[in-house]
T-cell receptor, first 113, second 112 residues
Framework: KQEVTQIPAALSVPEGENLVLNCSFT??????LQWFRQDPGKGLTSLLL?????REQTSGRLNASLDKSSGRSTLYIAASQPGDSATYLC????????????FGPGTRLSVLP | DGGITQSPKYLFRKEGQNVTLSCEQN?????MYWYRQDPGQGLRLIYY???????QKGDIAEGYSVSREKKESFPLTVTSAQKNPTAFYLC???????????FGSGTRLTVV
């Protein structure tokens, strides 16, 4: 059974720092991996979607990498801002049918002004 | 803009009542899902539907019911059989083109 873990559980950094969030999964036979952001009391916002054939995806200050063989993904946030404060979740799917999405517990990020 | 709309944002239920949460999408996605999120816990799948008029139970379906009469709509009913319904409910949809998820903004249900 696929299991997804995220380290650290919480992170507090000063504004302007570059930071890395980690996501690990136990079964490397994935179809895709998706990173989400969740603000308190809100839904999940998709940040980046990486297909299994891809190594990384970039959007603005965000860069996500995928290493299937080692069961790891990292989300790199450059020049962090207080507005980046949120919980970041990763999820993996074994196929493109969606019901097999497995979510990690999330990393709670606080960026201090 | 395409997206998923959940309503209401906040919902209060009395003991013994059934309540229905609305979820509508205009993304033309085939699949739709309902998740429950409790404080300190991850997302748990309640029900999902891959096509109209078909749906499957997820990990915690007891006390819930759904319907999928239209591609755009996937309402969730929280029945009186659900003993601990207070939670944050999230609706999502996905396309088989990429398998990626899109989420709604959520409904917070509280039992009073």
């Amino acid at each position: 059974k696929q299991e997804v873990t995220q380290i650290p559980a919480a992170l507090s950094v000063p504004e302007g720092e570059n930071l890395v969030l980690n996501c690990s999964f136990t079964d490397s036979a994935i179809y895709n991996l998706q990173w989400f952001r969740q603000d308190p009391g809100k839904g999940l916002t998709s940040l980046l979607l990486i297909q299994s054939s891809q190594r990384e995806q970039t959007s603005g200050r965000l860069n996500a990498s995928l290493d299937k063989s080692s069961g790891r993904s990292t989300l790199y946030i450059a020049a962090s801002q207080p507005g980046d404060s949120a919980t970041y979740l990763c999820a993996v799917s074994a196929d493109n049918y969606g019901q097999n999405f497995v979510f990690g517990p999330g990393t709670r990020l606080s960026v201090l002004p | 803009d395409g997206g998923i709309t959940q309503s209401p944002k906040y919902l209060f239920r009395k003991e013994g009542q059934n309540v229905t949460l609305s979820c509508e999408q205009n993304l033309n996605h085939d699949a739709m899902y309902w998740y429950r999120q409790d404080p300190g816990q991850g997302l748990r799948l309640i029900y999902y539907s891959q096509i109209v008029n078909d749906f499957q139970k997820g990990d915690i379906a007891e006390g819930y019911s759904v319907s999928r009469e239209k591609k755009e709509s996937f309402p969730l009913t929280v029945t009186s059989a659900q003993k601990n319904p207070t939670a944050f409910y999230l609706c999502a949809s996905s396309t088989t083109l990429t398998g990626g998820y899109t989420f709604g903004s959520g409904t917070r249900l509280t039992v009073v």
